[in-house]
């Protein structure tokens, strides 16, 4: 089932652009282009969008905003907080790797997509860590964690992620695997007691 944002957050810039990298990747697309898949003059594209490079970083934080209203269909807040817990890893990890346009541009023009995803990441990394810190806040206020600042391990897992797509491993875990691996390491990382887990 769709999410909300899949939904209802439709771009017809950013789905001309998506289509547009997809069949010939971001390289070689060039604003007319987009302008055309998306239905306006390339004069209406530029005043919204400078450069291409802004229409791409937009592709990019949608994408991650499209993860992130994938990770909110799949927690259900009632369940225990190790399940939560692990519908966010196990919904981050199949998105990653199903996601067509991270993987065509890793395969075909990595120099175009490397950038903003490592120095230029901030933005998309900010989105995860962004979420992720409300997420350990809600765990504690609820009281299945101690007290403690949230931000830094909110951000070591958004780069956990970011590992991820960095070095995808030739070898995805299964699922039995991925789910002993939150109880394993993620949960006592973020410090979630036995109590927690049920």
Sequence with gaps: MPSTLEKTDRNPVLDGALEAFLDFGVRRTNMAEIARRAGISPATLYRRYSQKSDVVAAVGLREAELILAAIEAAVDVSTPPLEQLTAVHLTVATRLRANKLLQRVLA???????????????????????????????????????????????????????????????????????????????????????????
């Design 108 to 198: 075909t023009e990595p120099e175009t997509v490397l950038p903003k995803i490592t120095v230029d990441a901030e933005p998309i990394l900010a989105i995860g860590r962004e979420y992720l810190a409300a997420f350990l806040t809600r765990l504690q206020t609820e009281g299945h964690l101690p007290s403690y600042d949230v931000r830094p391990v909110a951000d070591c897992l958004a780069r956990l992620a970011q590992s991820e797509v960095l070095t995808p491993s030739t070898e995805p875990l299964t699922e039995d695997e991925a789910r002993a691996f939150v109880r394993d390491h993620l949960a006592p990382f973020i410090r979630l007691s036995p109590e927690g887990h049920r």
